[in-house]
């Protein structure tokens, strides 16, 4: 080599030597293709649903009518009486077009004891209505079928209703009307069908009646047509096909606190939330009060979206279904009552006629429910949890109960214990050593805190205990401010937290064998927690960078852990990196995750070792942002989202520059291993 003569020459030569001598030097990251570490269960990465921030009534389900039974505390929320000066009972002015009125039929019919009566006198189209709001208004989509129905008697036929679709400024947005036919005492249902002329993002409903008569009406209800598999009285498709992009191994529901409720005759009772709408007793959801400066008063479960629909939701995207029970205890953090030893039997007979639903076959009892709801096969049950977040002696009675009771009719089952709310402290502690002796299949815990608490904990699991209870971490999110603070966000800094925390999830996945972020879902204008996985407004949605942290772990989980060193040990924030390594057997393929956590972009050497050949081009998925504290929204859904690029391979080195603040999934394709 001559001697370098000037200062411009000499950095010429730097340029263009250094990825030479780079590639040459030993590398930052080994990954060994040719040994399995651990097989990933197909579990690996799910879902947790829970009725919280409008997920269910108001979100996924989409039901437009709120309060359609007349139900809630106010038997008139979300329903307006036009015009304003016609009132209901107890005043039930007469105005000459009619009165309407709430009738309580409680002795006769607990679940779905009231209805409304109307008396029209020569009403004219505009002159005697109602008016419902929906969930902070309906989504209303132009050229989507809207299905109106509702349950009504009357004694005389006389009556002419006009149903319409308004926008904020009371411009028609499609409708139809209906004739109800003279059906004396019965119950009869009457649809109308319409289809939407434009789009409104906070539409309402009108009922407009004309002519003289009264007429009962109950169960009031507009759903749009182009829900999930077009399933009348389904769920809106833009969030479940958000939750089947997920591909999730598994969907926890029905909670969350909402399993155990404020107290135990609020709590979550699967049986009330299958068969006719009707007959499903909705309750309050005990989200509406427990945030005191998100308040919700209207917040109900009607349980349109019930077990039957969430065992049919797991079908369809392919997860295994994980259905929490409440074992005899309320909310430890409400009013924390338990039912008595000796009064546990409903509850022990809850969880076990559930698998019998779930699994049974048409000669028992539940089985048969299950295939007169429509599914004559089995929903393949495998695992049932036992309480939310529980924990002291109380709940270690009764999970013994629980467990002893189950196993012995159906040993197959896997008991998912919980490890209360704290993931560390005397409480844990001592449910941990008492989880040993009971041994349960799976121990659930919950982890909120903040991101440096993720990336300082993905070593948690390297030296968990191998022949004990697998772990189920069935609760996380990093809180950019506190725990149940609603100034938390969704932001990049928290995603990229949980993705390092994910790594060393992946690397112990002979003991984690499942994983769910949680919340699920949020609505913008009815929230009560923050952060949240998915966030939607009444026609949009999105996943936050959190959410798509989720879809590169789940959608690239491959079958088998392999090692990934950095001299010899797990990467695990050396140099601000975080790295973990699977092969996938079916695609022949090595992916490793990197997260780089510092605000540099690092120049790194990844070594592919024991494979004969690797395929080139390999492609680099990259997870990033402009800063740690940027956001999705409904205004920039995509602001943060993985970016694909492909790359060159020669040898079994490959050179890569990790952006700061990122998440980077690489698949290379192998022809295969050398061994
Ligand atoms: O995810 C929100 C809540 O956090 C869940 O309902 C509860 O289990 C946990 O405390």
């Known amino acids: 080599m001559k001697p370098v003569k000037n200062l411009f020459a000499a950095i010429s030569l730097l340029v263009l030597h250094a990825p030479i001598a780079f590639s040459q030097a030993k590398c930052l990251i080994n990954v060994k293709v040719d040994k399995s570490i651990a097989t990933i269960q197909p579990t690996m990465w799910g879902i947790f649903f829970e009725d919280i921030n409008t997920g269910a009534d108001g979100g996924i389900y989409a039901e437009l009518v709120k309060n359609r039974s007349f139900e809630f505390y106010k038997p008139l929320a979300g329903w307006s009486v036009r015009p304003a000066d016609i009132s209901y009972v107890p005043f039930q002015k007469q105005f000459g077009e009619g009165t309407v009125m709430i009738v309580n039929r409680q002795e006769k019919n607990t679940a779905n004891p009231r209805f409304m009566r109307i008396t029209a006198n020569n009403a004219s189209k505009g002159s005697l209505g109602l008016t419902n709001e929906g969930f902070d208004g309906m989504g209303i989509r132009e050229d989507v079928q809207y299905n109106f129905s509702m349950m009504y008697h009357q004694q005389a036929a006389g009556l002419k209703l006009h149903i319409e ?17 003279e059906n004396g005492n019965e119950w009869h249902k009457a649809s109308a069908s319409f289809v939407a002329t434009s789009t409104e993002l906070k539409g309402r409903m009108n009922i ?18 182009d829900t999930w598999k077009n399933r009348p009285g389904g769920m809106r498709s833009d969030l479940v096909q958000l939750l089947a992009d997920l591909k999730p ?3 926890r529901f029905p909670g969350g606190c909402i399993v155990e409720g404020r107290e135990l005759s609020t709590r979550y009772q699967w049986k009330k939330t299958i068969g006719p709408l009707e007959e499903r ?9 427990e945030i005191v400066n998100r308040p919700a008063p209207d917040y109900f479960q009607t349980f349109g979206l019930g077990f039957f629909e969430y065992f049919q939701l797991a079908e369809d995207i392919g997860a295994e279904p994980l259905p929490i029970l409440n074992c005899g205890m309320a909310c430890q953090f409400n009013t924390a009552e338990v039912a008595p030893i000796e009064q546990l039997d409903p509850y022990l007979q809850d969880a076990l006629d559930l698998i019998e639903f779930a699994n049974g076959d048409v000669k028992t009892k539940w089985g048969a429910v299950r295939v007169q709801l429509g599914h004559t096969a089995p929903f393949h049950l495998k695992m049932i949890g036992v309480g939310n977040e529980n924990w002291g002696p109380q709940y270690v009675e009764r999970l013994k109960i629980f467990q002893r009771a189950i196993k012995e009719k159906y040993p197959a089952i896997k008991i998912i214990a919980s490890t209360g709310a704290m993931f560390e402290g005397s409480m844990f502690d001592y449910l941990t050593a008492e989880l040993k002796k009971i041994k349960p299949e799976f121990i659930d815990e919950h982890y909120y805190n903040r991101p440096e608490w993720f990336l300082k904990n993905t070593t948690r699991y390297d030296n968990y205990d191998r022949n004990g209870s697998k772990i189920f971490a069935g609760e ?3 809180q950019s401010d506190r725990v149940v603070s609603t100034e938390n966000k969704n932001n990049l800094r928290t995603a990229i937290a949980e993705a390092a925390f994910l790594t060393g999830l992946e690397r112990n996945a002979d003991v984690v064998n499942m994983a769910s972020y949680a919340p699920l879902f949020a609505k913008v204008d009815g929230w009560q927690w923050k952060p949240d996985l998915i966030w939607f407004d009444n026609l949009h949605a999105y996943g936050t960078p959190n959410y798509y942290v989720q879809k590169l772990f789940s959608n690239n989980k491959g079958t088998d852990v392999i090692s990934a060193l950095s001299n010899g040990k797990p990467v695990t924030g050396q140099d601000s990196l975080y790295a973990s390594a699977v092969i996938d057997k079916n695609t022949n393929e090595v992916i490793i995750k990197i997260v780089n956590s510092s605000s540099v972009e690092k120049q790194t050497c990844l070594q592919v070792e024991g494979a004969k050949k690797i395929r080139s081009p390999a492609s680099m998925t990259v997870l990033t942002g402009q800063s740690l504290e940027q956001e999705n929204s409904i205004e920039s859904p995509g602001a943060i989202k993985p970016v694909v690029q492909s790359m060159d391979v020669k040898g079994d080195k490959i050179n890569i520059g990790l952006k700061p603040n990122s998440l980077t999934v690489i698949h290379v394709g192998m022809n295969s291993t050398s061994k």
Request: hydrophobic share 45%; charged share 10%; proline share 4%.
């Open 165 to 181: 679709l308004v926008d904020s400024t009371g411009k028609n947005l499609g409708g139809a009307s209906l004739i109800p036919s």
């Open 208 to 225: 407009w009646f004309e002519g003289s008569g009264v007429i009962d009406m109950d169960m009031i209800s507009l759903f749009p047509g």
């Open 249 to 251: 191994g598994f969907i």
């Open 281 to 289: 007793q909705l309750i309050v959801n005990r989200w509406n009060t």
């Open 476 to 478: 996380y999110a990093a």
